[in-house]
Structures are given as structure tokens and as C-alpha cells.
């Protein structure tokens, strides 16, 4: 998506991007960039929580207007909870028994045949 | 006022992905790491109008529900079938039902039961009735079937000309 925003912006077109994954945008570079540091999924509010959403469009819709150059990134002040430790458990294998992560591989395996098989339909393989 | 010395604890950080992501990979036995696209400049265009009079863009990573494609959640398993390799545009007059079930999300935490944490069209809607901008007439599906290079020779071109068939003064890009 951030090599998008950079395509968009190269052409004309100003680029907000919202999203979670901090050094995965920071790394490509894009002008403008709200952070909410949620699991990923999240990037436009909480859950259920319309008031965190409104709050999270409105500092994104802020920033693209405010922003003076590119690489601008404002991180939004709103904690998904109080302890941060979700932070703790994303594919982390220090969290995972030597099961888990055979299981997971398993499942992988898996998953990389069905996307093998969905390019290659696609013509994109 | 002053800052305390009660520190947050040291985890407590933006969550480092590319080196988490790493290494779960390699430690499911894979070594052939994923390498993320990385440039040293960025582009930049001021708004050439205020927002209020500019035309706004959604541009999402969330994929269209399609029932034959098996779970898509909330709470779904990572599904590969459900990606999309073309990008897709949608009416933003009426609502849509997308999903993130393609994509590589926190399966622990986010339960994915609400759609606008990842595709904001209503509130957007809500935001340009009252003004705040005006909401294009089309949003875009943009893939993530991790070709840079298709995203960059083709999804990007696509999305950059629907944009300006629409007259599209600013774009928000949420990815998942």
C-alpha cells in the first residue's frame, strides 16, 4: 500500500496513509502517515468503538492537511489497553511450544499452495 | 508539571514486524526471507485546495465477501483464496461488505467483527456530509498478492487513472 500512496503522490495526487505496521511504512517512506500503534487490523479505530474511529479519521484527515513535507508521521495518542503486552505475542516463537510451531508451518504449507494456485489462475504467478 | 521517572516498560514500542516477521519464519523452518520495499526519499504534493473543497479517495486492502471462498471471518483463519489479484472499485453511495481474512492480521487480538476498523467508508460518508471533504464516487480495492513489481507496473498505474477519472483531489490509503 505505501508503494501506492508513493505512486499517487509522484503523479499529483496528496496520500494519507493510516495504518499499524509503523517500521513496515517508515521503511518504504511515505509522505504522510497516522500511526495507531493497534494490532494490525486496526489501523482506523478500536473495535465497536465509533468514538476512537471518528477521533482516528479526523487526526488522519489533520495530518494530510497540516503535514509540511514528506515522511511525516504523527503516532495517534489512543492505547489499545493498558498494558501494551498484545505487543508481546504477535508470531512471537519465544511465546510458542516446538508443537505450535510445527503446526503453524503445516498450516503454512498449506496456505502457500492455495496462493501458488490462485496467482497462477490469476495469471499474476 | 514534570515527567515522572516511572518509565514505560522496555517492550512497550511500536512492534518491530519486518524482524518479528523474520524470524517466525525462519524458525518455521523458511530462509528465504521476505524483503519490503525501502526507499531513502519520499514524495510530496501539498493539497492544492482546501480539504473541504478537495475530492477524497478511499483506498483499501480489504477484499469484497465472496461466499464461495470458503471462511473470511470475523475470526477467520488466514484464507488465501479470498485475495484479489486485480484492483476492484465499489459505488461509495451504498455500503460494502469487506473482509481482511487474505491478509496476515493479529489473529489474537483483532477479532475482526467490525468493519469500519479497516474500511471507514460510513464514517467517511458521515465526515463528507458534514462537510469535511468531499467523498469520491468510487473507493479501490488495491491486491496485496505481494509482487512489488505488479503492484508497482500494474495496481498502481490502474489505481492512479481510476482516481483521475474520478477527479480525485487527495487519497486515504488504509492497509490492513
Not at chain 2, 36 to 45: G, I, K, N, S, T
Not at chain 2, 60 to 68: E, G, L
Request: glycine share 6%; proline share 8%.
Amino acid at each position: 500500500m505505501s508503494l501506492v500512496a508513493r505512486y499517487l503522490e509522484r503523479n499529483g495526487i496528496p496520500t494519507i496513509v493510516m495504518g499499524a505496521a509503523k517500521d513496515i511504512v517508515e521503511y518504504a517512506g511515505v509522505p504522510r502517515f497516522l500511526f495507531s500503534d493497534f494490532p494490525l487490523g486496526n489501523s482506523c479505530g478500536k473495535p465497536h468503538e465509533p468514538d476512537t474511529q471518528r477521533f482516528t479519521l479526523d487526526l488522519a484527515l489533520k495530518v494530510l492537511e497540516s503535514a509540511i513535507g514528506p515522511r511525516t508521521t504523527v503516532q495517534s495518542p489512543l492505547r489499545w489497553n493498558a498494558d501494551g503486552d498484545w505487543k508481546n505475542d504477535y508470531n512471537n516463537v519465544a511465546r510458542m511450544s516446538p508443537e505450535e510451531v510445527a503446526r503453524r508451518r503445516a498450516d503454512f504449507d498449506k496456505v502457500k499452495q492455495v496462493a501458488l494456485n490462485q496467482r497462477q489462475k490469476a495469471g499474476v504467478a | 508539571m514534570t515527567d515522572t521517572m516511572d518509565f514505560a516498560p522496555e517492550y512497550d514500542v511500536p512492534l518491530e514486524y519486518m524482524r518479528r516477521t523474520r524470524e517466525y519464519y525462519l524458525a518455521l523452518g523458511y530462509d528465504n526471507p521476505y524483503r519490503w520495499a525501502h526507499y531513502l526519499d519520499a514524495p510530496f504534493q501539498p493539497l492544492k485546495k482546501p480539504l473541504k473543497d478537495s475530492t477524497l479517495a478511499l483506498i483499501s486492502t480489504a477484499a469484497p465477501y465472496q461466499p464461495d471462498k470458503g471462511d473470511q471471518g470475523p475470526g477467520a483463519a488466514y484464507n488465501a483464496a479470498a485475495k484479489f489479484y486485480t484492483v476492484f472499485s465499489g459505488d461509495t453511495s451504498v455500503d460494502h461488505d469487506t473482509r481482511i481474512s487474505h491478509i496476515g492480521y493479529d489473529r489474537k487480538h483483532t477479532t475482526a467483527a467490525d468493519s469500519n476498523t479497516w474500511f471507514p467508508l460510513p464514517l467517511m460518508r458521515e465526515f463528507a456530509k458534514g462537510g469535511r471533504f468531499k467523498l469520491a464516487p468510487r473507493f479501490h480495492g488495491a491486491p496485496t498478492n505481494r509482487s512489488q513489481r505488479v503492484t508497482l507496473e500494474t495496481d498502481a498505474p490502474e489505481i492512479l487513472a481510476r482516481c483521475r477519472q474520478d477527479q480525485v483531489d487527495a487519497a486515504l490509503l488504509v492497509p490492513t
